[in-house]
């Protein structure tokens, strides 16, 4: 079967054997965050022709299941792949919308470039997203704080071993539910700073989504975890210990007049779309928003003077999270008795509205899926 999704065309060969709707019913009371998959994938794949010019061709959706590489594949050896994730939230009346999913298809184009691999067009982007959600509709949950979370991702497919970029690449999505991130209450969370390793350099990889950065990160959020912290900060130690952003969320800071200031891009950090959200929804609450340095040292002074009243994180999975402590060996910023301040909560409640259904959608944020 052929299906129309934003102009591709996406062939159908649909699950023999999809998970019972009980055995559904259960995870989905439950899921936790990247347990369970749904039972299709959407995919794309590109290939150079012999005349050097690329193509995305074989738009398909079919049965989840295991990917067939070549030992030699590229992604194997060089690590040339690249990732997004974003949501698809169950509205009241169980229509499905997902949120700006241009700004991550964008973003994905502006990781393919930094990794060599081909720019997907948007259509296929949002034609694959659009198909996977329509067949696995019935995984996308409607409990509070919940979602299906997509993930697409590029990996370099070719057989080859030669150092350099890829002529055979394959674009796909995966769908998994999602619960609250953290699990249980929103409290705000310990996060242990980073000395010895940084996530990212000058002219490296930072500001794109790519399965390396994530690698070169877990040893710091092992360190982390052995020291009872959810998240870990990475701090520019070449550029005054400036906060640059946790292992898979951007910071905010609350200033004590209202305002709000994040780290200003430079290239060694994500660009969220949840940061340039909360921009604009402060921006939309009348207040203040400003892009600059922000040093360890001013986290530190600001906490204790009161200059600084509220600390959050933010991205897809987890929203907003308030940052209650920040600590390593010679650091402890801020108190374990912490409240999720208001401002945080404010914009929370917010986005996670526009997000769900409930908060009136002025930007033109959200695209229907099903
Ligand atoms: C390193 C890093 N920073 C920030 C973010 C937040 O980005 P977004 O709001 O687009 O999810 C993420 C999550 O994807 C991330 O992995």
Redesign the pocket.
């Known amino acids: 079967m052929t299906q129309t999704a934003h102009g591709v065309e996406f062939t159908q060969q649909l699950s023999a054997t999809p998970t019972p709707a009980e055995e559904r019913a259960a995870i989905l009371a439950a899921p936790g965050f990247g347990n369970y998959f749904t039972d299709h994938t959407a995919i794309v794949d590109y290939s150079v022709d012999l005349e050097g010019k690329g193509g995305w061709h074989d738009a398909r959706v079919e049965a989840y299941g295991p990917i067939s590489l070549d030992p030699s594949a590229a992604v194997l050896h060089y690590g040339q792949e690249i990732f997004e994730?974003?949501k698809a939230y169950r509205h009241a009346d169980g229509s499905i919308w997902t949120f700006r999913p241009e700004?991550?298809a964008a973003?994905m184009n502006q990781s393919a470039r930094r990794l060599a691999l081909p720019e997907i067009p948007e259509d296929y982007f949002l034609g694959a997203i659009r198909q996977l959600v329509s067949v696995d509709k019935e995984w996308v949950p409607s409990g509070d704080g919940e979602a299906l979370y997509l993930r697409p991702f590029m990996i370099a497919t070719e057989a080859f071993l030669g150092v350099r970029a890829a002529r055979e690449v394959s674009f796909r999505v995966i769908a998994s539910p999602a619960g609250n991130y953290f699990g249980g209450e929103l409290k705000p969370v310990s996060i242990w700073i980073s000395r010895e390793y940084a996530?990212a350099g000058r002219g490296g990889t930072g500001a794109a989504?790519c399965g390396g950065?994530?690698a070169a990160?877990l040893i710091a959020q092992q360190e982390a975890e052995a020291h009872g912290c959810k998240q870990v900060l990475f701090l520019d130690h070449f550029n005054d210990n400036a906060v640059e952003?946790?292992?898979?969320?951007?910071v905010f800071f609350v200033m004590k007049d209202g305002s709000l200031a994040t780290p200003a891009l430079t290239g060694t950090?994500?660009?969220?779309?949840?940061?340039s959200?909360v921009m604009q929804v402060a921006r939309d609450m009348g207040r203040a928003v400003a892009e600059r340095k922000i040093t360890l040292d001013e986290w530190r002074d600001g906490v204790v003077s009161g200059d600084i009243a509220e600390v959050f994180a933010?991205?897809?999975?987890a929203v907003i999270t308030p940052i209650g402590v920040l600590k390593d060996n010679t650091e402890f910023i801020g108190s374990e008795d912490a409240k999720a301040g208001e401002t945080t909560m404010a914009i929370r409640a917010t986005l996670l509205g526009i997000q769900t259904g409930t908060v009136e959608d002025t930007h033109g944020w959200l695209t229907r899926l099903a």
């Open positions: 994730g974003l700004a991550n973003r996530r989504k950065n994530y990160s952003e946790l292992g898979g969320m951007n950090i994500l660009e969220g779309v949840t940061r959200s933010c991205g897809t999975a």
